[in-house]
Nanobody, 124 residues
Framework: QVQLVESGGGLVQAGDSLRLSCAAS????????MGWFRQAPGKEREIVAG????????YYAESVKGRFTISRDNTKNTMYLQMNSLKPEDTAVYYC?????????????????WGKGTLVTVSS
């Protein structure tokens, strides 16, 4: 059974940092593009960051550029999201996802596998 499991969420104050992890099991995603998405209460799911299979190419939503860093360790079948200078508007459930594509994608429709999400709450 293929699973993506997010961890690292929690309650922090504005300006703090968190590191999210996404551990994959059931198959390797070392040849697949992956991404982080988030959904805030009352809002639609949106892309946060994407990464291609090798980790060389990345994409960031404008709202997180310069604050968040996406990375992956294919030897561990794990993807990460380092979040610095967190803001209250970053509060959301964060989901990791994997695509059948190799190249970078920012589209949720390109994702074939999804985790169940981890909650990040940033207080002001």
């Amino acid at each position: 059974q293929v699973q993506l499991v997010e961890s690292g969420g929690g309650l922090v104050q504005a300006g703090d940092s968190l590191r999210l992890s996404c551990a994959a099991s059931g198959r390797t995603f070392s040849r697949n593009a992956m991404g982080w998405f988030r959904q805030a209460p009352g809002k639609e799911r949106e892309i946060v960051a994407g990464i291609n299979w090798s980790g060389i190419s990345t994409y960031y939503a404008e709202s997180v550029k310069g604050r968040f860093t996406i990375s992956r360790d294919n030897t561990k079948n794990t993807m990460y999201l380092q979040m610095n200078s967190l803001k209250p508007e970053d509060t959301a459930v964060y989901y990791c996802a994997a695509s059948s594509l190799v190249s970078l994608t920012s589209s949720a429709r390109s994702m074939n596998y999804w985790g169940k999400g981890t909650l990040v709450t940033v207080s002001s």
